[in-house]
């Protein structure tokens, strides 16, 4: 019932940014933690930054102090600032959201159809 659709993916020189923006639609109760995962080839798919409804945020070591993850909770949207972009950064992100669709039904991790984000040398 939840979907996510991401925008904002693009291709850009070391040293340059990116904004990432992902919107929640369909049904929603409530949506608990928002987040951004990414996968590059041959790699299993990791955790980026996270964010609770409550704002506290958790970023992976390789991206603290270069991403900034932040979202509207009246909106259903999270964003990620991503700053000094390395190659090592290329991958396709993927939004992540754990909502609760109904009042009564329980919480599920829904995930959009990804984002390229391609960093070059």
């Known amino acids: 019932q939840v979907r996510l659709v991401e925008s904002g993916g693009g291709l850009v020189q070391a040293g340059g940014s990116l904004r990432l923006s992902c919107a929640a639609s369909?049904?929603?109760?409530?949506?608990?933690?928002m987040g951004w995962y990414r996968q590059a080839p041959g790699k299993q798919r990791e955790l980026v930054a996270a964010?609770?409804?409550?704002?506290?945020?958790n970023y992976a070591d390789s991206v603290k102090g270069r991403f900034t993850i932040s979202r509207d909770n009246a909106k259903n949207t999270v964003n990620l600032q991503m700053n000094s972009l390395k190659p090592e950064d290329t991958a396709v992100y993927y939004c992540?959201?754990?909502?609760?669709?109904?009042?009564?039904?329980?919480?599920?991790?829904?995930w959009g159809h990804g984002t390229q984000v391609t960093v070059s040398s």
């Open positions: 992540n959201t754990r909502a609760k669709p109904t009042i009564v039904a329980p919480e599920y991790d829904y």
């Open positions: 369909g049904s929603i109760f409530r949506i608990n933690a």
């Open positions: 964010i609770t409804s409550g704002g506290n945020t």
